[in-house]
């Protein structure tokens, strides 16, 4: 082994699943230059913090956690040794030069555009230069990543950046940039590598998946609901989900997909963030609570299995108690599987933050109350109603008690099964017998059952 291969990488991720992806794909560009991941930041030669912008304290938790590993860095060097610190993630791109000046341990910034050119950046690091890099380079990064990457089962494939709906409260139009679609070409391609490595399940990921319009080798421009199509003609891949999209577009085909293309799971992930057409509209949602209704009601018509979860502001300028119940009204009438439900806070440089018109904290802070406890209450009846029922579960990984596996249902619940390690990665038929609010338990029901924590 070469010095170089035994460089320790540590990345903590914050937010969305785009930054889980897109710390694992740095990884991958890191891993040829020397770097393998590790747990913890403990003699790390590079902790990179990929940092997420999108709610109130981002930059404060940023700053407190950089306080924090500090001291790592400081260990480190006093051993004579070098580590890099870096600062990645929309925090990087909305607040480079804040952090740049504040924070003189930090050796890199760089925005969620750049993270092809890694490699030079740590040439310049290594070089004692300071970087930040937070351009939106007209080469897209996706051309520029390496090809081998080791998902495992459950695997994750980005396919579409950024966003141009503008919602007033949202700064991912501003961290992310405008949109932009990969090729169909390149996304089919990654996807038949994935599953060579073993994928049985893909997601495909964008801030606005469903907003996808890929222009192929041909010219054509494919939307999501094509996409989808071909990529389930890949053998190996079994199951395929989509996140995270919006009402907005969800056009016909992408509806027809979800009635004609079997292994695309029943379980989606759209966010409405009001009940209220006053609110929707302040927050330039660009949709009405009953358009939303309609879609899911479309949805439903051809795939009746379909659960839903869904994204929730309360509190946001000018929402009125009137407003909160429409939202409440709206949940009861759509019926959730689960939700993220956030208090608004003002992000700088949003046109929702000159708002005037602010909800009082405490007001916020019972109105999300009362929507989590419904929203609770009705993912805890659909738990409840699978037991006893036979479902298929990919398992992930092993379970927190010896001899459990963990795995997801097509409905997306975390599932906990007494099961034979040799299954992690196979997709198995269960029987649901418990359920909780949170998560399920269950019984490998083919023969399997007696190879049971063999
Ligand atoms: N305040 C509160 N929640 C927000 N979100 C985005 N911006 C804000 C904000 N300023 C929530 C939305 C979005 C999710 C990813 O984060 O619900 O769908
Ligand atoms: Fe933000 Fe709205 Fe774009 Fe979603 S659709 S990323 S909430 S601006």
């Known amino acids: 082994m070469t010095e170089n291969a035994k460089k320790k990488l540590f990345i903590k991720t914050w937010g969305c699943q785009m930054n889980v992806y897109d710390s694992s794909r740095m990884a ?18 590079m902790i990179i913090l990929n940092t997420c912008h999108i ?3 981002a930059t404060d938790k940023v700053f407190s956690e950089i306080g924090r590993l500090k001291k790592h860095k400081d260990e480190k060097e ?18 480079g030069d804040f952090i740049l000046q504040r924070a003189p341990v930090i050796d890199m910034i760089f925005g969620p555009q750049t993270y092809h050119e890694l490699p030079e950046m740590v ?6 230069e300071r970087v930040v890099n937070t351009d939106f380079p007209v080469i897209s990064k996706f051309d520029h990543m390496p090809t081998e990457q080791n998902q495992g089962a459950a695997a ?9 709906k503008f919602c007033t409260f949202c700064v991912v139009p501003y961290t992310r940039g405008a949109e932009y679609s990969r090729s169909p070409e390149s996304i089919i391609e990654e996807a038949h590598k994935l599953a060579d490595n073993g994928a049985k399940e893909i997601t495909l990921l964008g801030q606005n998946v469903n907003a996808y319009h890929g222009e192929a080798k041909d010219g054509k421009i494919w939307g999501l609901a094509r996409l989808i199509e071909e990529m389930a003609k890949i053998d190996a891949v079994k199951q395929i989900r989509y996140t995270t999209s919006h009402p907005r577009d969800m056009d016909d085909d992408l509806i027809r997909a979800h009635g004609d293309i079997k292994k695309l799971m029943p379980f989606l992930h759209l966010p409405v963030q009001s009940g209220s057409d006053k609110i929707l509209k302040a927050m330039n949602r660009k949709h009405t609570a009953d358009r939303y209704r309609d879609i899911v009601a479309d949805l439903r018509k051809v795939r009746p299995d379909l659960v839903f979860s869904s994204d929730f502001i309360v509190g946001f300028p000018g929402e009125t108690d009137q407003d909160h119940e429409d939202t409440m009204q709206l949940i009861r009438d759509v ?12 992000r700088p440089g949003t046109p929702a933050a000159n708002m005037t018109n602010l909800v009082r904290e405490d007001v916020k802070s019972a109105r999300l109350t009362e929507l989590q406890e419904l929203i609770a209450a009705q993912y805890l009846d659909f738990n ?10 990919l398992f992930e990984r092993k379970g927190r008690r010896d001899g459990q596996l963990q795995g997801r249902t097509p409905f997306y619940q975390a599932i906990n099964v007494q099961a034979n390690e040799r299954l992690i990665g196979e997709i198995v038929d269960v029987i649901v017998t418990e359920a909780t609010a949170n998560a399920l338990v269950g019984e490998v029901k083919t023969s399997e059952s007696i190879l049971k924590s063999a």
Not at 78 to 95: N, P, T, W, Y
């Open 28 to 45: 991958d560009i890191l891993r040829p230059l020397g770097y393998s991941s590790v747990d913890g930041p403990e003699d790390a030669d």
């Open 55 to 57: 709610r109130e304290k």
């Open 78 to 95: 006093a051993k004579g040794g070098k580590m890099i610190m870096a600062v990645a993630g929309c925090v990087a791109q909305a607040e």
């Open 123 to 128: 040439l310049k690091a290594n070089g004692n």
């Open 156 to 164: 994750f494939l980005s396919i579409q950046e950024g966003c141009d």
């Open 335 to 346: 019926v959730f599987a689960s939700a993220y439900s956030f208090k608004y806070s003002a």
């Open 384 to 393: 409840k109603s699978c037991v006893g029922t036979t479902t298929q579960v």
